[in-house]
C-alpha cells in the first residue's frame, strides 16, 4: 500500500517514529494495525469504530479525515454506538450542540462498564473551550482521549499513546493546541459518498463576528496551497468523485495569506478544468468579500453550481453592525441583485439569527423584510445563543427568550411560505439531477440533487447512482420534491 508516496508495509516499527509529517502518523498507524490484529485474535471478531460527527461540514469533513486513519488502522465502522472505539467530533456553535455530547458521554458510562476496554475520545470545537475540557477531566471520566480541531492530524498517534503507552492506565491522553499555523497534507480520507467530497480550502476564521465562537475554537485563516488543492481535487475525481464542495468558514477570503496570493474566484478557474469534474458548490460566502470577479466566474462557469448560500444574519443594519459585519441592509440587497442579474435562475439560501443582544421589533422587521424582499429558496434560522468569550455575551440587553421565540416562529413561518411557494413555481419543470443514493426509507426510490441544490426524490434502478439524468419535478414536499425519471 502506498500512502502519500511512501510505501506502508515497508515502514520499520524497530526504528524510533519518523519527526516529519504525515510520515510520523504513518508510523503510528502501523504500530496501531499491529496492536489490532493481536486484539481482533484473541475476541475472534472484527473491532468496531463509531465516529458521531456534530456541527457544520468542516466538522464532517474533518470526521472523514479520522474515519481515514481508523480505516487504515483495521476498524470495522459501525452507525452504533455500541463499539470499542467511540469518538465524537463535537460542535459548539450554540448551547444546544454542546447538551447533546454531554448527554450521549453520560450514556456511554453504563456502555464502558459492560465493555472496560472500549476507548473514548472527544474532539473539535468545543474542546477548544478550556471550561469544557475542566468538565470533561471533573464529571466524565470515562473519556479516554481529548484533542482539538488543530491537531486531528495526530489522532494515530493520541490513540497510540493511550492504548500502548498505558494500557490499562486511568489516565486521560490531552493534546490541546492554542493555535495553529500548520497544514497538514497527504492525510487518508475516507468518504461518505463515492461520487461527492467536500474539500478544504481553508481553516480558521479571522472575522470574528461579535456572536461567534468559531475564530476562537478554530484559530486563524489559514489557506491551502492552490497546488494541494487541485492535486487532492484530481485525485478524488480519479477515484469517482464527480462533485465537490470546497469548505472555508469565509471561502471570499482565500488565498489572501499565501506566499502567492490567489483569489477564490482564480481558484474556481483552475477546479474548474479538472478533467472528470462535473459540479462545484462552495461554502460558506460572506457578503463583505464577495467579488465582482466572482460573480462572473460563477455566470460563465459550465461547473459551478446555481446555488449560493449567502448568510444575512440580520436586515438591520443597526444590528449588522453590532455584529461586526461589515455590511448594510442596502450592500447585501445591492449584491443580491447582482448575483441574480447575472445568474438568473440561482438559488439562495441563507443563514439568520433571531434575537441577537438589543433586537427590537423593529430591527426584526427589518430581517423579515429582507427575506421578503430577497425570497430565499432556503433559509437556516437560529436562535442567538450566548457563547462566553464573545463580545456579544457581554452586552447587557439580552433578548429574554419567550420575545425570541414568538419572533422565531415568525421568521420560520415566512421562510416556509417562500420556500413553498418557490418549489411549487418549479413543479412541471424538469431539470438535471445528480443520483446520490439509494432513497432511506423507501428502496424504489432513488435521491438526488439538481445544480440549485434541491432534493428529489424519485423511481429508479440502482444503477443510476453516480449518474446525471433529467428528471421531471412532480410534486414539492416542503424540504424535497417527488420527481419521476425522463428519457
Ligand atoms: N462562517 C459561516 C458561518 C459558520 S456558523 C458564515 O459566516 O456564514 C453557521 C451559522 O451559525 C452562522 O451563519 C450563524 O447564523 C449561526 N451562529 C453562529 N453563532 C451563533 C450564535 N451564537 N447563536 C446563534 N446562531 C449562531
Ligand atoms: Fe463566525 Fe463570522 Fe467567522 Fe462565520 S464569518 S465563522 S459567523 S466569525
Ligand atoms: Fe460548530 Fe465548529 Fe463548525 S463550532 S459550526 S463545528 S466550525
Not at 95 to 108: D, F, S
Request: net charge neutral; with cysteine.
Amino acid at each position: 500500500m502506498l500512502y502519500a508516496g511512501m510505501d506502508f508495509d515497508a515502514i520499520d516499527l524497530t526504528n524510533e517514529p519518523p519527526a516529519r509529517e504525515p510520515q510520523r502518523q504513518y508510523y503510528f498507524m502501523k504500530q496501531l494495525r499491529e496492536w489490532l490484529e493481536i486484539k481482533k485474535e484473541k475476541l475472534h471478531r472484527p473491532l468496531y469504530a463509531n465516529v458521531t460527527t456534530f456541527g457544520c461540514q468542516m466538522n464532517a469533513r474533518d470526521s472523514e479525515k479520522i474515519t481515514g486513519i481508523l480505516k487504515i488502522i483495521g476498524y470495522e465502522m459501525t452507525e452504533a454506538e455500541e463499539a470499542d472505539l467511540v469518538l465524537y467530533n463535537t460542535c459548539t456553535v450554540r448551547e444546544n450542540a454542546n447538551l447533546k455530547v454531554y448527554g450521549r458521554l453520560g450514556q456511554l458510562k453504563k456502555q464502558k462498564e459492560k465493555n472496560p476496554e472500549m476507548v473514548i475520545a472527544v474532539c473539535g470545537c468545543m474542546m477548544q473551550e478550556k471550561t469544557v475540557v475542566e468538565k470533561i477531566k471533573k464529571s466524565y471520566r470515562n473519556v479516554d482521549i481529548i484533542f482539538g480541531t488543530h491537531n486531528i492530524f495526530k489522532f494515530a498517534e493520541l490513540l497510540s499513546m493511550k492504548v500502548l503507552d498505558e494500557p490499562g492506565k486511568k489516565k486521560m491522553v490531552i493534546d490541546l493546541w492554542e493555535d495553529t499555523t500548520q497544514i497538514v497534507e497527504e492525510l487518508p480520507a475516507e468518504r461518505k459518498y463515492p461520487f461527492k467530497s467536500g474539500v478544504n480550502i481553508m481553516f480558521g476564521c479571522n472575522n470574528f463576528c461579535s456572536y461567534c465562537i468559531v475564530p476562537y475554537v478554530r484559530g486563524r485563516e489559514r489557506s491551502r496551497k492552490p497546488e494541494d488543492i487541485l492535486a487532492e481535487i484530481t485525485c478524488l475525481v480519479k477515484d469517482g468523485v464527480k462533485e465537490v464542495m470546497l469548505l472555508g468558514q469565509n471561502v471570499n477570503s482565500y488565498g489572501k495569506n499565501l506566499e502567492q496570493p490567489i483569489t477564490f474566484a482564480e481558484l474556481l478557474r483552475r477546479v474548474e478544468k479538472v478533467e472528470g469534474l462535473k459540479r462545484i458548490r462552495f461554502m460558506t460566502s460572506h457578503p463583505k468579500d464577495l467579488s465582482d470577479d466572482l460573480i462572473e466566474v460563477m455566470r460563465s462557469s459550465e461547473k459551478i453550481c446555481k446555488q449560493l448560500h449567502l448568510p444575512l444574519q440580520s436586515g438591520s443594519t443597526r444590528l449588522l453592525e453590532k455584529m461586526n459585519r461589515h455590511y448594510t441592509k442596502e450592500d447585501y440587497l445591492l449584491l443580491v441583485e447582482k448575483i441574480r442579474k447575472a445568474v438568473p435562475d440561482i438559488t439562495l439560501s441563507t443563514d439568520i439569527i433571531v434575537g441577537f443582544p438589543g433586537e427590537t421589533e423593529e430591527d426584526f422587521k427589518e430581517t423579515l423584510a429582507v427575506v421578503e424582499r430577497v425570497r430565499y429558496d432556503s433559509a437556516f434560522t437560529f436562535l442567538y445563543s450566548r457563547r462566553t468569550g464573545t463580545p456579544a455575551a457581554a452586552l447587557s440587553d439580552q433578548v429574554p427568550d419567550d420575545v425570541c421565540k414568538e419572533r422565531f416562529d415568525r421568521l420560520l413561518a415566512l421562510v416556509q411560505k417562500i420556500s413553498a411557494e418557490k418549489n411549487e413555481a418549479l413543479v412541471g419543470k424538469t431539470v438535471e439531477v445528480f443520483v446520490e443514493e439509494e432513497n432511506k426509507q423507501d428502496p424504489a426510490l432513488l435521491t438526488g440533487r439538481t445544480s440549485g441544490n434541491h432534493l428529489v426524490h424519485f423511481p429508479g434502478e440502482k444503477a443510476l447512482i453516480g449518474e446525471f439524468i433529467q428528471v421531471r419535478l412532480e410534486e414539492g414536499k416542503g424540504f424535497y420534491f417527488l420527481g419521476s425519471r425522463q428519457v
